[in-house]
């Protein structure tokens, strides 16, 4: 029997202390996971056999996570239909534009959805993953929906703090 699960997939191992941010949203509402170090250049033939050996095991979404040419999620898109979501790493000389880049141009027919640049865009992607996993499954929707409302709940008792450290300030 196929579980769904969504796969993450790294260009490097200096990816996962980002992307442990995607991994933590993910276990927030119980989404199965797997995570793999695999390049779309280094190793060609491993990246493409993961994706069809994941997909038969029942992937129901990928997670892309590169740096500088950043060709993983390309890749990954091009090797399936089912939905890619890329975080490009913030590395090298150009802090991760590069990799924004390349993983937001993508050839039409071949879409891939990009995440921002490093921390927020690993929580993102977990965030996405969910919220397409959630189409089908109201349970998830529903955790979903209680989770934006408890971070506004949040907000709105920092606000509340704020403005009565400002009345006392005034006073």
């Not at 490097?12 to 390049?39: C, V, Y």
């Not at 880049?101 to 071949?110: A, C, D, E, F, R």
């Not at 891939?112 to 977990?126: D, H, L, P, Q």
């Amino acid at each position: 029997m196929n579980t769904r699960f969504v796969a993450v997939l790294m260009g490097s191992d200096s990816d996962l202390t980002t992307m442990q941010s995607t991994l933590e949203i993910l276990e927030k509402f119980g989404i199965a996971w797997e995570i793999r170090i695999l390049s779309a250049h280094r190793t060609p033939e491993a990246t493409h056999a993961y994706v069809h050996d994941a997909e038969a095991r029942g992937c129901s979404v990928f997670i892309a996570a590169a740096g500088l040419a950043a060709h993983l999620a390309g890749t990954l898109a091009g090797l399936s239909v089912k939905p890619v979501i890329g975080v490009p790493m913030e590395a090298g000389p150009l802090n991760g534009m590069d990799a924004l880049l390349s993983t937001v141009q993508m050839p039409g027919g071949i879409p891939v959805a990009c995440m921002a640049i490093g921390k927020a865009g690993a929580r993102n992607a977990g965030y996405l993953a969910a919220q397409i996993l959630a189409l089908y499954d109201s349970q998830l929707s529903t955790a979903l929906q209680q989770d934006r409302v408890g971070n506004a709940k949040t907000i709105l008792e920092k606000d509340a703090a704020l403005q009565d450290l400002r009345k006392r300030h005034m006073e």
